[in-house]
């Protein structure tokens, strides 16, 4: 059998990991600005995180839902603490769209209507639901297009209210910062506008954190500069640092029924015990700080560099849009370099490095930015 090809594969295969370094199969060391795609949180092989995990898998690594787990409770109270959201409640599952497509079913529920609201470029993820509030239609197959999802640009007010003044939307879904689409940011009006229109309208926020939450921007949710709250919060990636695990946390209004939501693989134990010791490490090692901090860094010494076109983003979640003429500058820091970015388009290169990543390691990839692009 061989391998189903849907994914671009560089030439590169990492086989070692620390903190936020990686090494392929022949020694060569890289720096790790990419993070996996935003998935290392608290760095490679942490030893706290890899002692939580070996040791919880000499113990029980799966059983079931049907049965107590006293990590699934302790995950959400340190998580409570953590995120700021304390009188919610956490639903555990498997990854990003999985949380999406539960956080939409959950509305859908709580409302009785059956339309979602979206923004124009969104990415919610790939499965049904996920992919219809997706703005990118050639990742949508007939299946999953749908009557039920309508999208406006995004921090457009005025679309948002007279959308939800139908009070035919059960959810509005609002990335904390657009990742996908190159990074873009909600503005602080357009959040608080729909806090106000889905109250007035009996409409839920959802806000999608599974690229911008887990403490990635300096706030442990993205959205949380702005003041506002949403009533449900997707999170995945950063959360089991590799380990796949994905939540909603739900406003306590909103009523649990036995069966209204459930997965096999949700919440074990193995996912949980990766989970807590992220929260863990995050506490101990003051991460969100440092995102934050260092993410300033990269921001200043980034400016006037004369192949940026625009910096946009905060803390470790930054899109550097370049000029024309720069196209090959992702790869050419891959391979020239060996420095991991991410990318949106042709002409923005993400970086989503892990929480740990030092001040150093930035100042290391500074100076490869300017010596390519000198
Ligand atoms: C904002 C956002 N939502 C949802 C997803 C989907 O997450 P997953 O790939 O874990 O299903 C992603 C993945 O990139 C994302 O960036």
Known sequence: MELFKTYKLWPIEPVKGLGCKVWDSSSTEYLDLYGGHAVISVGHCHPKYLEALGSQAAKIGFYSNAVENSLQVTLAHKLGEACGYADYNLFLCNSGAEANENAMKLASFVTGRAKILACSKAFHGRTSGAVAVTDNPKIQSPFNKTGNVEFIPLNDVAALESKLATK????????????????????????????????????????????????????????????????????????????????????????????????????????????????????????????????????????????????????????????????????????EKHIFTGGAGVNVIRLLPPLCISRDQAAQFIQSFNELTA
């Open 168 to 335: 035919e939307f059960a959810a509005v879904i609002i990335e904390g910062i657009q990742g996908v689409a190159g990074i873009w940011e909600p503005t602080a009006d357009f959040l608080k506008a729909a806090r106000t229109s889905c109250d007035k309208y009996g409409t839920l926020l959802i806000m999608d954190e599974v690229q911008s939450g887990y403490g990635r921007t300096g706030y442990f949710y993205a959205h949380q500069k702005h003041g506002i709250k949403a009533d449900i919060v997707s999170m995945a990636k950063g959360m089991g640092n590799g380990f796949p695990i994905g939540g909603i946390i739900i406003n306590p209004s909103i009523a649990a029924t036995y069966g209204m939501l459930g997965t096999t693989f949700g919440g074990n134990h193995l996912a949980c015990a990766a989970a807590i010791s992220v929260l863990d490490i995050m506490k101990d090692e003051k991460l969100m700080q440092n995102a934050a901090a260092v993410g300033e860094f990269l921001m200043q010494n980034l400016q006037g560099n004369k192949a940026v076109k625009q910096l946009r983003g905060r803390g470790l979640m930054i899109g550097i849009e370049v000029k024309e003429g720069y196209e090959t500058l992702r790869d050419r820091l891959l391979f």
